[in-house]
């Protein structure tokens, strides 16, 4: 198992620019979520999708969007990149939310500087 | 509200020495709570699980302790090495909300 992949690992945007970070796991996980890293921070849900074709917001979910057509993907859209969205950015997956003994499994992550 | 707090936010130690880290929460009602060790640039990785009837747990050199009456967890690493190095965070949940601590960043130095 590759585990959870993203991709790319560094991108710089310029404001106002759009890009899609990618996320995908092969481990038949129905859990995926997308959390961002800000330095000196607590990672911050964005979004999470309890299974295909179905996503819900996290605490920050402002300036993204996310969809989940399959259960390995899921990929998060930035329309309008501004500053604030400068961070470090880890897609996870779980087997399940609800029963609380399993944990995560964290992407690679992927660092984003808008200038 | 509810929060995670850990310290202390940063600690540097010697090779082969031991170290606690700390995780105070207010979260409430309590589900379980997890140690993660997230190495730089990477994402964070399971260490160790508390459920609200376990007292202590260890994971090879990484021992977790859980107190749910004062709601107090500690991180305690034997014998540290290089390797070491990384952030620790502490994960405590209730229900289906997770709480994140910002961390303690740990350098092992030769």
């Known amino acids: 198992n590759a585990g959870v992949t993203q991709t790319p690992k560094f991108r710089i945007l310029k404001i106002g620019q759009s890009m899609t970070l990618q996320c995908t796991q092969d481990?038949?996980?129905?859990?995926m979520y997308w959390y961002r890293q800000d330095p000196g921070m607590g990672l911050k849900l964005i979004y999470y999708?309890?299974?295909?074709?179905?996503?819900d917001k996290g605490e920050v979910p402002n300036g993204y969007n996310v969809s989940r057509s399959t259960t390995e993907d899921f990929p998060l859209r930035l329309e309008l990149a501004a500053p604030s969205q400068t961070s470090v950015y880890f897609c996870a997956s779980s087997y399940s939310f609800s029963t609380g003994n399993y944990g995560y499994t964290f992407g690679s992550g992927t660092r984003l500087t808008v200038v | 509200k509810n929060q995670v707090e850990q310290s202390p936010q940063s600690l540097i130690i010697l090779e082969g020495k031991n170290c606690t880290l700390q995780c105070n929460y207010t979260v409430s009602p309590f589900s379980n709570l997890r140690w993660y060790k997230q190495d730089t640039g990477r994402g964070p990785v399971s260490l160790t699980i508390m459920t609200f009837s376990e007292n202590t747990k260890s994971n090879g050199r990484y021992t977790a302790t859980l107190d749910a009456d004062t709601k107090q967890s500690s991180l305690h690493i034997t014998a540290s090495q290089l390797s070491d190095s990384a952030s620790y965070i502490c994960v405590v949940r209730t229900g289906n909300q997770f709480y994140f601590g910002t961390g303690t960043s740990l350098t092992v130095i030769p």
């Open positions: 999708s309890v299974g295909a074709g179905i996503t």
């Open positions: 481990m038949n996980h129905n859990y």
